[in-house]
């Protein structure tokens, strides 16, 4: 079974190889082989793209994934009229 380092090592390894995440955003947490993700990401499809590298590592005996995609600046323009 790999150490709690092991795992954090190898999650960030991995998050780190893909182009479209910002690994950095992404605060990867594990504890006696639980692992929690804490982050934004810039859609729910890069959400989905960590959880699925996540789960893909083995070793880990939980994880929780609390990563939510950012809000987008929808503001419409208003005429003051």
């Known amino acids: 079974m790999k150490t709690d380092e092991e795992l954090k090592a190898d999650l960030i390894e991995r998050l780190d190889a893909i182009p479209s995440i910002n690994a950095s955003e992404i605060d990867v947490m594990v504890d006696d082989g639980i692992v929690t993700l804490n982050g934004e990401v810039d859609t729910n499809q890069l959400r989905f793209q960590v959880e699925r590298t996540a789960r893909r590592v083995h070793g880990m005996r939980g994880l929780e994934i609390n ?15």
């Open 67 to 81: 990563i939510t995609p950012r809000p987008h600046n929808s503001k419409k323009h208003q005429l003051g009229w």
